[in-house]
C-alpha cells in the first residue's frame, strides 16, 4: 500500500547531494518499486507534477512526473540524461522543497530525456513547456542543485498567479 513521505526542505544535507545511479538489481527490489509507488503519492497529494528522490531523503537518480496533461503520461524516470535543449526561455518557477517561495529562472523550452522507465526498460521523454521544465527540474535535483540556486528574485508566493507556479517542476 504506498503512503506519503515526507519531503526533504532547503537546508537537508541530502538534497545537495548528487544522487547515485541505480542498478538493475534495486529496480527489480519490492522496496524500490515501494519507493516508486509512495513517490507518486507523495507528489500528487503535495500538489506537484514531478518529485525527485532525493527530496524523500533517498539519494538516488529516479523521480516521477505526471504534468496532467494530454500529451504526457505519468512517467518514472531512473539515471536520467539530457540528450538535447532547444531555446531558452525565463520562467516563474517553485520547489516542494522550498515551499512558498518562486523565481524567475532560466530553462530550455524543448528538451528530450532518456533514462529507464519502471522496470528498467529504456525510455526517452521529449517535450516543451511545463513538461520540458519539469524534466529540467528533477534533473537538478538528482544534481543536488535547488532552482533558487540560479533563479533570480526568489521572493514569497504572494500572488494568485505566484502560488499556482509549478512547485517542484
Known amino acids: 500500500m504506498p503512503y506519503k513521505r515526507a519531503i ?5 544535507p541530502v538534497l545537495r547531494r548528487v544522487a547515485k545511479r541505480v542498478t538493475a538489481e534495486e529496480i527489480a527490489d519490492p522496496l524500490f ?3 516508486i509507488d509512495d513517490m507518486f503519492v507523495t507528489m500528487r497529494e503535495a500538489p506537484g507534477v514531478g518529485l525527485a528522490a ?10 516521477v512526473i505526471d504534468v496532467k496533461d494530454e500529451e504526457h503520461e505519468p512517467a518514472v524516470v531512473i ?9 531558452e526561455v525565463e520562467l516563474t518557477e517553485g520547489c516542494l522543497s522550498v515551499p ?14 532518456t533514462g529507464l522507465g519502471r522496470h528498467g526498460e529504456r525510455i526517452r521523454l521529449e517535450g516543451d513547456g511545463l513538461f520540458a521544465q519539469c524534466l529540467q527540474h528533477e ?24 502560488h499556482d507556479a509549478p512547485e517542484s517542476v
Open 8 to 12: 526533504l526542505t532547503d537546508g537537508d
Open 33 to 35: 518499486q515501494q519507493l
Open 54 to 63: 532525493p527530496q524523500v531523503g533517498v539519494s538516488k537518480q529516479l523521480f
Open 79 to 87: 539515471n536520467p540524461k539530457v540528450v538535447s535543449a532547444e531555446e
Open 100 to 113: 512558498g517561495y518562486v523565481g524567475e529562472i532560466t530553462r530550455f523550452a524543448h528538451v528530450a530525456v
Open 139 to 162: 534533473i537538478d535535483h538528482l544534481r543536488g542543485r535547488l532552482y533558487k540556486d540560479r533563479a533570480r528574485n526568489v521572493r514569497p508566493s504572494v500572488t494568485e498567479e505566484e
